[in-house]
């Protein structure tokens, strides 16, 4: 087995887990998370984004209160070592994001590109369908 296909069967066995999830008016579903990502994008309109977020999170206000300036300048030097990772999500019309793992993000994007390529040709005319 090729290190690509080994990379394909792992995305599919991630994608064919099941989840819950509530639809439009509220009822609980399960399935796939291949069919959520879908049912997120194609009907509800989310969009799939990326962020940023340090590695290591702030000190709470309490706790930043109670640490001294040593141990505060420590944990300041600590989160800029650990630097930052990248987060994803579905981003809905009300703004509210959905978190969701990297092999998600990318069937989201796949999925959302062809959609958005699909609207276009209809936009110009086109009779073929994608």
């Not at 999170?57 to 141990?71: C, G, H, L, Q, V």
């Not at 630097?83 to 993000?105: A, D």
Request: overall charge positive; glycine content about 4%.
């Amino acid at each position: 087995m090729s290190i690509a296909s080994a990379q394909i069967t792992r995305q599919q066995a991630c994608l064919d887990k099941l989840v819950r999830y509530q639809d439009k008016k509220g009822k609980l579903r399960i399935g796939t998370r291949r069919v959520f990502v879908e049912y997120m994008v194609l009907e509800c309109s989310h969009v799939p984004i990326m962020w940023q977020e340090d590695r290591i999170k702030d000190m709470s206000a309490m706790a930043y209160f109670r640490a001294s300036e040593k141990e505060q300048h420590a944990h300041q030097r600590k989160q800029e070592a650990a630097g930052k990772k990248k987060c994803y999500g579905l981003q809905g019309p009300s703004r509210r994001v959905i978190v969701i793992n990297k092999t998600e993000h990318d069937y989201a994007l796949q999925v959302f590109s062809a959609h958005e390529l699909a609207q276009e040709r209809k936009r110009m005319g086109c009779i073929q369908d994608v």
